[in-house]
């Protein structure tokens, strides 16, 4: 089944701070840094069996995404990596969020608000003339976040527009 689209015009962004305790931290390449972000992305977004290739194919290779400059984590204070975002610029100013995640035990302290606001600026601040995100129906918490970001649903057919009614009624 496709995936729901959202989309955000360039606009100011509230840059909301992580939660005490916190902090980001950019990939540099280390190894530990690839596994953290396997760990992290099984808790939904990739198959549990899924491996290196799988950050090859999703990260290091995505077009257009530097995982240096395009590729963070959230890190607690003891250095456990818990959350990531990518966020990409595409050519003619199209930004992209790509993979937000963060482990179970952390979702619900504003770490995935804050790293949105974070990827939004750095976007606005490159120039975008507009972000889009994917996601799905049963991601509740992540679409109430980035309909605060100011992201809209794209309900651009019939099925799409009977699946954003059901998300509405979920979150009402």
């Not at 889009?132 to 799409?160: Q, W």
Request: glycine share 8%; hydrophobic share 45%; charged share 25%.
């Amino acid at each position: 089944m496709e995936q729901l689209k959202m989309i955000r015009r360039s606009a100011p962004v509230n840059e909301y701070p992580l939660p005490s305790g916190f902090e980001y931290e950019r990939y540099c390449g280390l190894d530990a840094q690839i596994d953290d972000w396997l760990r992290i992305c099984k808790e939904g977004l990739i198959a549990p069996s899924a491996g290196r290739q799988c950050f090859l194919d999703t990260i290091a290779h995505y077009p257009d995404l530097d995982p240096a400059e395009d590729l963070i984590f959230v890190r607690t204070a003891a250095g456990e990596r818990v959350a990531t975002i990518a966020f990409v610029l595409h050519p003619g100013g199209v930004g992209y969020l790509h993979m937000v995640c963060c482990l179970p035990a952390f979702r619900g302290l504003g770490i995935g608000t804050a790293m949105t606001s974070y990827a939004l600026a750095r976007l606005e601040a490159r120039g975008i003339e507009y972000t889009y995100l994917t996601t799905d129906d049963f991601r509740l918490p992540a679409i109430r976040s980035y309909l605060r970001a100011g992201f809209v649903p794209c309900e651009d057919n019939a099925e799409m527009r009977f699946r954003w009614a059901a998300v509405r009624a979920a979150l009402a």
